[in-house]
């Protein structure tokens, strides 16, 4: 088994849950961070679901690669799988992303949304994201913190997020 690199572009970058061996800024081609993704369980409920970022088609990302040892493999995708797959709204997929810093480029895995399943949003108005933001609490706490850390790290790597910001003003949090 070899290492395994996985790309972060939310919560993940911030708070990833698993040991790496190298973390780098990475660029994915083909899909972009939205907020696309109604949470029942980590920033909302079935019942007043929050709202959370998904890998959509189209466009770019930036975020962070990590490495991962292939000793840790089995362990780390047990844990991710856990983590990210509750609701199986994402497809695990294999991608190529770029290495800042150099043209290195490595297989990553990647947690695309799946735009078949019921939790999947689409592109909703920014207000109507907004009221999802200021609503949503789940098991991992609420909707806000996690929308203001994910632009606390990207603004950290020199990267601005205007739909991100759009929707935190409109929450009354930037």
Same mark, same amino acid.
């Given at each position: 088994?070899?290492? =395994?690199?996985?790309?972060?572009?939310?919560?993940?970058?911030?708070?990833?849950?698993?040991?790496?061996?190298?973390?780098?800024?990475?660029? +994915?081609?083909?899909?972009?961070?939205?907020?696309?993704?109604?949470?029942?369980?980590?920033?909302?409920?079935?019942?007043?679901?929050? +709202?959370? +970022?998904? /890998?959509?088609?189209?466009?770019?990302?930036?975020?962070? %690669?990590?490495?991962?040892?292939?000793? %840790?493999?089995?362990? !780390?995708?047990?844990?991710?799988?856990?983590?990210? #797959?509750? !609701?199986?709204?994402?497809?695990?997929?294999?991608?190529?992303?770029? +290495?800042?810093?150099?043209?290195?480029?490595?297989?990553?895995?990647?947690?695309?949304?799946?735009?078949?399943?019921?939790?999947?949003?689409?592109? =909703?108005?920014? %207000?109507?994201?907004?009221?999802?933001?200021?609503?949503?609490?789940? #098991?991992?706490? $609420? $909707?806000?913190?996690?929308?203001? $850390?994910? /632009?606390?790290?990207?603004?950290?790597?020199?990267? %601005?997020?205007?739909? /991100?910001?759009?929707?935190?003003?409109?929450?009354?949090?930037?």
């Amino acid at each position: 088994m070899s290492d =395994l690199w996985v790309f972060g572009y939310g919560s993940l970058m911030w708070r990833p849950g698993f040991d790496f061996i190298e973390s780098r800024s990475a660029l +994915l081609r083909g899909a972009h961070r939205s907020l696309c993704v109604y949470s029942v369980v980590h920033r909302g409920t079935a019942a007043r679901p929050g +709202l959370v +970022l998904g /890998l959509d088609a189209g466009g770019s990302c930036r975020g962070l %690669a990590f490495r991962v040892e292939a000793g %840790a493999v089995p362990e !780390t995708l047990g844990y991710l799988r856990g983590r990210e #797959q509750a !609701t199986d709204v994402y497809l695990e997929k294999r991608r190529p992303v770029a +290495l800042d810093g150099s043209r290195r480029k490595v297989e990553a895995l990647c947690f695309l949304v799946d735009r078949t399943h019921g939790q999947y949003a689409g592109r =909703l108005p920014i %207000a109507e994201q907004a009221e999802l933001v200021r609503g949503g609490h789940g #098991q991992s706490g $609420n $909707n806000i913190d996690y929308v203001a $850390n994910t /632009l606390r790290h990207l603004d950290e790597m020199g990267l %601005a997020e205007p739909a /991100l910001e759009e929707v935190m003003a409109k929450v009354g949090k930037f």
